[in-house]
């Protein structure tokens, strides 16, 4: 596609429930990445994919979460037993991750979660 | 590790006035450094970076910003500011290997007419 796409845009869910939000890299991109952005905060790294496998995972925050890319482009967040503090919107990012590294990440609008 | 501060949560200038809004960084080695722009309800956008070479950075809409190694910031400045310029800014740094950023907890610019 043309660029990052996030769905769904907005999910309400409840306290303990089961929630998977999906990301669509732009074509090509073989690094894809997760962050989440909490109300009057900046991004904060949660994981990073290079094709299929997760290569830094070190931002999950505990064992709830969880994320896979198993074909080496659209990825899967998955939160289990969600709490109200998971509230936040969850941004995903992809990179060409190929040939000289400028760094640059190319974001989607985000899935902002809701927890009550 | 790498970390970043941005200060000033809120920044507030007149149309027409210069913007500058302050990033600095912390990194244990040579850092990529960026500036995104997120428009409400919209993905982040990235506006410039520094890589490597010339430290005065040029990016879109107008905007700059200078690396400077000493003072360890990187600040982002816009001669004149419009009112389509008011979103929040984000800085962050990067390691030369590897993507992923470190962000800094953002700035929201106001622009008043």
């Known amino acids: 596609g043309a660029g990052v796409s996030q769905t769904p845009s907005n999910k309400v869910t409840e306290k303990g429930k089961y929630v998977e939000l999906r990301c669509d890299p732009i074509?090509?991109?073989?690094?894809l990445y997760w962050y989440r952005q909490s109300l009057g905060q900046g991004p904060e790294f949660l994981i990073y994919f290079q094709g299929t496998g997760a290569a830094d995972d070190s931002g999950l925050p505990n064992d709830r979460f969880f994320a896979v890319r198993p074909e080496g482009s659209v990825s899967t967040l998955k939160i289990q037993r969600t709490e109200r503090g998971d509230s936040a919107v969850y941004l995903c990012?992809?990179?060409?991750?190929?040939?000289?590294?400028?760094?640059?990440?190319?974001f989607g609008e985000g899935s902002r979660l809701t927890v009550l | 590790a790498q970390s970043v501060t941005q200060l000033g949560s809120h920044v507030s200038v007149s149309e027409g006035a210069l913007v500058l809004l302050r990033c600095n960084y912390s990194s244990s080695v040579p850092p990529y450094l960026f500036w995104y722009v997120q428009y409400p309800n919209q993905g982040l956008q990235l506006l410039l970076k520094?890589?490597?070479?010339?430290?005065l950075v040029k990016g879109i809409n107008g905007f700059e910003a200078e690396f400077k190694k000493s003072e360890t910031s990187f600040h982002l400045t816009k001669p004149s500011a419009h009112m389509s310029d008011a979103a929040e800014y984000f800085c962050?740094?990067?390691?030369?290997?590897?993507?992923?950023?470190?962000f800094g907890g953002g700035t929201r610019l106001m622009v008043k007419p």
């Open positions: 520094y890589t490597t070479g010339a430290t």
């Open positions: 074509s090509g991109h073989t690094a």
């Open positions: 990012a992809s990179s060409s991750g190929t040939g000289r590294n400028t760094g640059e990440l190319f």
């Open positions: 962050a740094v990067g390691p030369r290997a590897g993507n992923m950023l470190t």
